[in-house]
Structure formats: structure tokens, C-alpha cells
């Protein structure tokens, strides 16, 4: 891959950088609503493999320190970008915070674009009101997020940029064994468990605003990493909260963001607060990542807390003996979670970076466990020892025969099992197969799918019958 410059959309609130990374992206990755100061994060996206397109939260004059931290982030974006896109309200004349704004990006000595949004507003202005900032005719494009008027134009004129042919931006990567795209690693769990906190930790830099204040993220913030010849992409999500309690608006979207990251991520890391109890919020979100087909890590954070700590701080514990805090918590994680035996725990702390880089392996042990295939003959093996172990049990004179299984995926691995009357199959048996795989392939933080072929009277159409 080459390495690709980076474009930063920068201008006050509700000025439409959001609606304009969306349409450069084609699809929705910022959240756009009609509220100011929506954006809070960087927000990032690849543009047609091209260049990284960056929006940013509007530039306002700071009124607390989480607000200070916002605009440290937008500062942050200027001086890595290598262009500049200055965005305003082709409605409205600009103002005196619109022409410092130009007059920042300019001092940069980096290119600037000035972007007209709105254009299909009848009170657009004409653009002779706006060359008074100082930003070149040529680089001046009027666009409209709403209808893509203009967008192409402006996409071309970004790359139309000198810095597009330089040296620096065509060096190819070496290729190594892992061709496949980046893989995606998305944190998942409830506000304020340190899920921004984790992701800084991970990527090495401040990307995420961290804060005690619930609800911090609302867009999904990506970082990529590259681990031992691995491209890795880590998605920091929204927490989410139980539906009945998200506000309506932006919470909401937050929430279909963090559920579309665990859809388009590999390996989902629940993570889960060691100073709290497990809810069954946290046990909904585990089912969710199951049902997706996706890998699964559950991340203790905020281990640090643990270490002066008694059992009964937390967890309501008497007669602890020589156990500590962090053995009941394990015992708890057990209990609470024992619908998946197969993922993988681990603890970390983001304040003294415990166990961090140790998650980097385990998503990609998790990953090759996904990607794992099992001979056709080792599966009738495994199935012939089971039917002989345990048979199937049927009902008066008809029993369920299972005669053959097959691997037909990966990603998640999927099999199939032939046979007859397979409908009179009882759960328990079902599950009882998959762990007789389970012992040969444990499939690390994998679910594994089963769908059931049968023929006879008791015979149905071909259906998920079990995700486990």
C-alpha cells in the first residue's frame, strides 16, 4: 500500500464537513444532524484508496477544558494535514472567526481549498464575497453535500495537488505473508468502561477525546497500527447503553454506528469495567457480536484500580481467604459470560499499559481461527465418535440419523450436517457435537454455525439451527 496524504476538513459548526466526508466517502461514517459541535473526534475516512479525508469538530473558542481538548484535536489535524479544505456556509457571509480560520490555514503554507457548502440553497453568495479571505480563485469550489454538486470537482482539484506525484506518497509497502486487507479490530462496551482510553493506548496517540463525562464518543474513531507484518485497524465505538435509556438524536445514532462497526469489524473486544459489575447489557452486547458471526476478546480494563483493592470493594465477598480482588473477578467473568467458554479473557490496564500489546496477538490468533478449515474426513471422524458417545435420541419409532458433515465457510466457520429426519435433533445434542469439535479445534473466540440437512418425513428447508 502507499502511504496516502492526508486532507483536513476544518470550519466552524454546522458548516457541513460531516455531509461532505459522507458524500466524498459514499457512505455514512459521520454523524450529521442539525445540532452544533456534533462532531467531537476526528473523524477519518479513505477516499477512493487516494487520499485519508479528516473532519474535525467546528472551531469555536474554547469554554472549559473538554471543550480546550476538542480544539487541541483540530489543531492536531491542521499540522498533520497535508491540505487543507477551509469549509463554510455558502448562505451566509463569513464572519470574523471564518477569516482567522483562512488565515491560520494560510500561515500553514500548506495548499487551501476554500469549500462553499450549501450551493444548492437559493441565498447561496455569489463568490465574490468570499475571495476577501485570500485563498485562491482556483482552489475556490462551491458544493452542495446534499445533491454531490460539485464534490467531483473538488475531488479532482485535490488531486490535481503536486504533493500527489511526490516520491514520499508512491513508495510501495513490502509485501509480506499477510496480503489480506487490514484487520479490523472493533472496541465495543458500555460508557465510560475506557474504551478511548484503550484506543489511545493502542494506536500510541492522543486520536480519541478521553474523558470521565459519559457519552464522550459518538462516531467511530479508527487508528491504524502495524503489528509483526500485520496491518491492524482499530474502531473505537460509542458506548451503548440500554435502548429504553438512549436519548433521542445523536445517542441513537451513536448506537447504529457502534452496531455497524461490529458488523463491518473482524474481532470484537467486549470490554468490560473491573471496578463495576457485570450487567446483562454487557452480556446482550457479547450475543450481539455472536450473531454477527464475529470473533470475540473480553477485555478487562482499568486493572489498575484492582491492585489496592479488597474483594468486598466490589464484589460483596466475605470469608476472600487468600483470594484477591482480581480472582473473584475472573470467577465473575465465568459465571456471567458462560455462553462463551471459548473467548479468550484478558486484563489490561490503559494507565500502566498492562497487557496492551498482548491484545494484538490475540486478535490475530482470534483472526486465524476464523479463517481455519478442517478436513472433510477429520469432521466424520469427530461425528462418528459422537454418535457413538452420545447417539442422537428420537421420538417413538423415528430416531435422527446424521450420516455425514461438511465445512462449507469461513469467516465465521460454518458446517453442515446431512442425514435423516436431522429435525427431531434435540439441542443439547447439537451442542454436544460442537464441543467434540471444540476439543480437537478449539476455534479461539470464534462461534462456529451449523446448519442441519435432512431428508425424510421430519425433513426441513435448510436453516441456521445453531449458533454457538
Same mark, same amino acid.
Given at each position: ?299 478487562? %480494563?482499568? !486493572?489498575?484500580?484492582? *491492585? #489496592?483493592? @479488597? ?6 465477598? =466475605?470469608?476472600?481467604?487468600? $483470594? ?23 486484563? %489490561?490496564? !490503559?494507565?500502566?499499559? *498492562? #497487557?496492551? @500489546? ?6 490475530? =490468533?482470534?483472526?486465524?481461527? $476464523? ?98
Amino acid at each position: 500500500m502507499k502511504k496516502l496524504p492526508i486532507v483536513a476538513l476544518i470550519g466552524q459548526t454546522n458548516a457541513g464537513k460531516s455531509s461532505i466526508l459522507n458524500r466524498m466517502a459514499r457512505k455514512n461514517i459521520a454523524i450529521v444532524a442539525r445540532e452544533e459541535g456534533t462532531t467531537r473526534d476526528n473523524v477519518v475516512a479513505r477516499i477512493d484508496d487516494s487520499f485519508v479525508l479528516v473532519d474535525t469538530a467546528g472551531l469555536k473558542d474554547p469554554t472549559d477544558d473538554f471543550e480546550a481538548s476538542i480544539q487541541e484535536q483540530i489543531q492536531d489535524a491542521i499540522e498533520s494535514a497535508d491540505i487543507i479544505l477551509v469549509t463554510l456556509d455558502s448562505s451566509k457571509y463569513f464572519n470574523h472567526r471564518d477569516a482567522k480560520i483562512a488565515k491560520d490555514a494560510l500561515r500553514s503554507g500548506k495548499p487551501v481549498f476554500l469549500v462553499l457548502n450549501k450551493c444548492d440553497l437559493k441565498e447561496s453568495l455569489p463568490i465574490t464575497e468570499f475571495r476577501a479571505l485570500g485563498i485562491a480563485p482556483e482552489n475556490i469550489f462551491y458544493v452542495s453535500a446534499t445533491t454531490g454538486q460539485g464534490i467531483r470537482e473538488l475531488k479532482e482539484g485535490v488531486l490535481s495537488e503536486p504533493i500527489f506525484s511526490s516520491e514520499r506518497y508512491l513508495t510501495e509497502r513490502k509485501n509480506d505473508e499477510y496480503s489480506r486487507e487490514s484487520l479490523k479490530v472493533a472496541l465495543i462496551g458500555r460508557p465510560n468502561v475506557g474504551k478511548s482510553s484503550l484506543f489511545n493506548a493502542l494506536g500510541k496517540k492522543q486520536q480519541a477525546i478521553v474523558s470521565s463525562r459519559q457519552g464522550t464518543t459518538r462516531d467511530v474513531n479508527r487508528v491504524e497500527v502495524r503489528y509483526k507484518g500485520r496491518d491492524l485497524e482499530i474502531l473505537d465505538t460509542a458506548g451503548l447503553r440500554k435502548p429504553g435509556k438512549r436519548k433521542v438524536g445523536i445517542e441513537k445514532f451513536s448506537a447504529i454506528r457502534t452496531l455497524a462497526a461490529i458488523e463491518e469489524a473482524d474481532v470484537c473486544c467486549l470490554l468490560v469495567d473491573a471496578t463495576e459489575p457485570h450487567s446483562k447489557l454487557d452480556q446482550a452486547l457479547a450475543g450481539q457480536i455472536v450473531e454477527a458471526g464475529k470473533g470475540i476478546i473480553i477485555v478487562v %480494563t482499568k !486493572s489498575d484500580l484492582l *491492585e #489496592n483493592a @479488597t474483594p468486598t470493594n466490589y464484589f460483596g465477598e =466475605e470469608n476472600v481467604g487468600n $483470594r484477591t480482588a482480581a480472582d473473584f473477578l475472573l470467577d465473575s467473568l465465568e459465571k456471567d459470560f458462560d455462553f462463551l467458554p471459548y473467548a479468550p479473557v484478558i486484563i %489490561t490496564s !490503559s494507565e500502566t499499559g *498492562e #497487557n496492551v @500489546t498482548k491484545l494484538f496477538e490475540l486478535a490475530i =490468533e482470534v483472526e486465524n481461527s $476464523r479463517h481455519q478449515e478442517i478436513k472433510t474426513s477429520e469432521l466424520n471422524k469427530i461425528l462418528n465418535e459422537a454418535i457413538i458417545a452420545h447417539a442422537p435420541a428420537g421420538l417413538k419409532n423415528t430416531r435422527p440419523k446424521p450420516k455425514y458433515i461438511v465445512q462449507t465457510d469461513t469467516c465465521p466457520p460454518w458446517f453442515v450436517v446431512h442425514g435423516h429426519d436431522l429435525g427431531l435433533l434435540h439441542w443439547s445434542w447439537k451442542r454436544f457435537l460442537e464441543r467434540k469439535i471444540r476439543e480437537k479445534y478449539p476455534f479461539m473466540g470464534t462461534p462456529i454455525m451449523f446448519s442441519y440437512r435432512s431428508e425424510g418425513k421430519h425433513s426441513s428447508r435448510d436453516k441456521l439451527d445453531n449458533i454457538s
